[in-house]
C-alpha cells in the first residue's frame, strides 16, 4: 500500500504492524464554545442553477420532493465537481429545463459546463449515483427518473453519453436514489436503486388531511415499487439479480433513500433503504465470496425498520457516524413533522436501538420536516455534528396550522459531550428559513473544512461556506482502490487514532454509497483535530476485494499522520 | 381503539369526582386530559383527569350564567367529536373573546386535535390566569405541557409539568408526561422514578388498564436503555397482558425478546404487532 500526503510537510511513511494497538472505544469530547459558522457563498461562486420541482404551490406528491444533487470528479482533476440532475413540471415530465453540471474551479469558485456535456438529459430527475461502472477510470452517473432512469457514460473530455439501452438499464418506475458499490466483491461496481410508488399525475389520488386541513395525498395507498438490485457483469452491462439476490422477498416499499455500508463489519456491504411512511429495510450481505447476490432482509428483527414505539417512519435523509464510539456505523435519519429525527445505535452488527433520546436529537426536529443530512465535524472539535435540511412539503403549513412551517430553518446540532446541542446562530448561511431538500457535504475549497450545498424545492442552489479556516486542524483521507469497483473505497472504514498518552481511537468514518438525500455521499474523509490530540495514526479497512490471488482478505493499515494533510492511500 | 371508561374515585377533600369517557392512545401524552382524569367541567361531572386526583370543586365556580354550550363542549371532548368540540368552543371564544374558561376549551380541543401550535396561546393564557379564574384553571398547565411537549419544547414542557405536579402531586398523566421528558434528557434514573410513580398512583384501579400499559411499556424503554433486557421483558409483557391490542407494546416486546435471542418469540409478538396494526390502518381514513 502507499500513502500520498499533500499539504503538509514531509512525513517519515512508516507502516506499522496491524493491529498493533487495542480498539478502545472513542472518547467523548468536551468541547469548546461553539464555532460552527457559515456563510453564504453563492455569489459569485458561478453556480446559478434552480431546481425545477414541479411548480408552486406544490399540488401532487411528484412535485414534493425536489431532485438531488452529485458530487462528481467528472475531469479528474482532484476536487469534486458538482451535478444537479434537474427536475421537470406535471405539463411536461419529459422535458424540463435540464440537468446541470459545474465544474470546481477551486475557492468556492465553479464553471458552468452543462452545455458541454453531450447527453444532458430533461426528464424529471431525483436523485443519481456516481461511479465507475465500465472501469475505464472516470466515473459515471446513474440519474433516477420519473420515468426510465438514465446512464450517463463518462467520455473523460467533459461529455457524457447515453448508455442505458447498451447497459441493459432503463426501468421506467419512479426511482428516488441509487448507489454504485461492489455488492459482489468481484471488483466491479454493482448498482442499487431504490423505487418509490406507482404514480399516474393524470389520476391523483383524492387530497387527504393533515391536522384538521385539507393536503394533497401522501404514498399511503399508492403501490409501492420493489426495489432493484442490478449486478454488474464486468462487460459494461447489468442484469437485475433483485429476485434470485433476495431483494423481492421484502415487502415493498416507498423507497426515498438508501446507504450501503458494512453494518456488521464481515467485509460485504450491507444496503439500508430509508422508506416513506412505513417501515425501512436493512438488507444484509450474505453473498459468498465468488458466489452470486444474496440478501437477508433484517429490518424489523435488527431493529433499525421502525423508532422505539415500533412505528414506520417517513424517512428521508440518512447520516451515517459513529455517535457512541463503540466502532460501528450508527445510523441517523430524518422525518416528518410532528415526528422526530431518529438515531438508530448499531450495538453489535446485528441489532440496533433507537437512541435518539439518549443524545438529544429527538425535541428539537419536532416541528420540522427533515431532508438532507450528515455527520461532519464542522467545528474540528473532534466530534461529528450533524445538519438537518429542513421544508414541509404541503404549502399551507403554518406553525399554528399544523405545527410546522412550510419554509424552515437548517437544524444544526453540535455534539457536546455526551449529546448534541443545538447551534442558535451558526451564521448567515446556516440561518432563514427555505424549502430545503437536498445537499451535498465536502471541502469544496479545500480549506480542509466542510462546505454544503444544498437544493431548495424551486429554488436556487446555495454555496455554503464554513468559515472555521483554520490550516493545520484537519485531516483528509481520500482511498484508491485497486479495482473499479473499490476505486473510491466505497465499503471502507477509515480510523483516527492516537499512541499518546495509551493507545485509543479517536474517531471513525465509513465510506458508503447513497447519501444526504437522493445525493451522494462524500467518498472524501474529513477529520477535524483538536490541538489536543497528538502522536496520530490512521488506519484503513477495505472491504474484501477480488484480487490477483482471489477474495483477499482486507487490509489493516497504520500509517503516522500529522493534521493540515490530505492522505491518499492507495491500495495494491 | 376507543373505550368509554367511567369511573368514581374519592378525592382528597372527600369529593366524589366523576371520571368520563376517555379514549386510550397509546401515544405519549394523546391522552393527556382524556384517557386520564383531570380537571372538573362543572355540573355533576368533571372532564378527564388523573384516575387519583383530587381536583377542585366542580359545581361552585362555574359561570354565573350556565351556558348550555359548555356542556356540549364537554360531551363532545368525551365522545372525541373534537372539530365538533372546537367547533363550539370557538363560537364562544368568538362571542365572548376575553373569557379564559373559552379560551381553555378551544386549547383543548385543538390539543386533542394534535393541532398543538394553534392550541398553544389558548393554553398559555388559561394558564397565566389565577387558578381561581375558572374550575378548570388549575390543570390547564397540563395541556399546555402536553403542547409544548409535541412542539418540541422540552423545557418549557418540563416546567409546565413540574408546575401541575406541584399542586396535584398525584396526578398520573402528568407523572408520565415527567417521565418521558427526563427520558428524553436522558436522565433515565429520574424517568424510571416517575413512570413508576405514575403507575403507583393509578394502582390496580379497574379503568386504568390502558393507562398502566402505558406507562409499563416506557418504563420498559427506560430499563432497556439501561440494558436490563429481563425487566423490560417483564414490563413489555405486563403492558400487552393489561392492554392485548397495545401494538406498541407489542412491537417493544418483540424487540427485547429478539435481543435475548428467543427469536420465535419475537416472531409470534411482531406477528401480533401486525395483525393489531393491519385491523386499525382499515379502521382509519387514509392520511
New interface residues.
Partial sequence: MNMIITNTCAVALTLAAPHLYAHAQTAPVVAPPASIRFEDATAGSGIDAVMTSGKLPSTQIVEVKGGGLALIDFDGDGDMDLFMPNGATLADPEHGPGARLFENLGGLKFRDVSERMGARPTRWAFGCATGDYDGDGRDDLYICCFGADILLKNMGDGRFTDVTAQAGLGDPAWSTSAGFADLDMDGDLDLFVVNYLDFDPSMPPPP?????MQVM??P??LPARADILYENRGDGTFRDVSESAGIRKAIPGYGLNLAVVDFDADGRLDVFVAND?EQNSLFMNRTEPGGPLRFEERG????IA?N????GQATMGIAIGDVDGNGRPDVFTTNFS?DTNTLHLNLDGK?F?D?T????L??????LLGWATSFDDLDHDGAEDVVVFNGHVYPQA???????DYQQPPLVMRRVG??FEVVTDPGAGLRGAHRDRTAVFNDLDSDGDIDIVVAELNGPLRVLRNMHDQSHDWIKVRLRGPTPGTSHGIGAWVELSTRTPTPRVLAKRWIWAGGPFQSTASTEVQFGVPDSWKDLQLEVRWPIVKGPAGFAPYAEVKYPVTPGSTVEFVHP | MKELRTQWTVAAGGAIIGLLALIFDPTPGANAGVANPGPPIGGQEALPGAVTTPVPPPVAATPAAPDPRWEVVRKLLRSSQY?SAEAVARSLVKERPEDLRAGFYLGLALHK??????ALPYLERASAAPVDSFPEAAHAVHYLGWCRY?????PGARVAFTTHASAFPNYDDTQFALGLIA????RVIDSEVYFRRALKLLGEQQGAARERAKNLARLG?VL??QDRLPEAEQCYRQAVDLFETH??A???L??VL??LGR?SD?ANA?AR?AEIKARTETEK???
Fill in positions: 387527504a388531511a393533515f391536522k384538521g395525498a401522501g399511503r395507498g411512511s424489523m428483527t435488527s431493529g421502525t422505539i414505539d415500533g412505528a410532528s441489532f436501538d437512541r433520546a439518549q443524545f438529544g429527538g425535541a428539537a426536529s419536532r416541528p403554518t406553525k399554528v396550522a399544523m405545527d410546522s455526551a449529546r | 372539530p386535535e394534535k393541532r398543538y401550535g394553534e409535541y412542539l418540541g419544547d422540552l427520558y428524553e434528557e436522558d424503554d432497556l436503555r401494538g406498541e407489542w412491537s417493544k418483540a424487540r429478539d435481543r427469536a419475537a411482531r404487532q381514513p387514509l392520511p
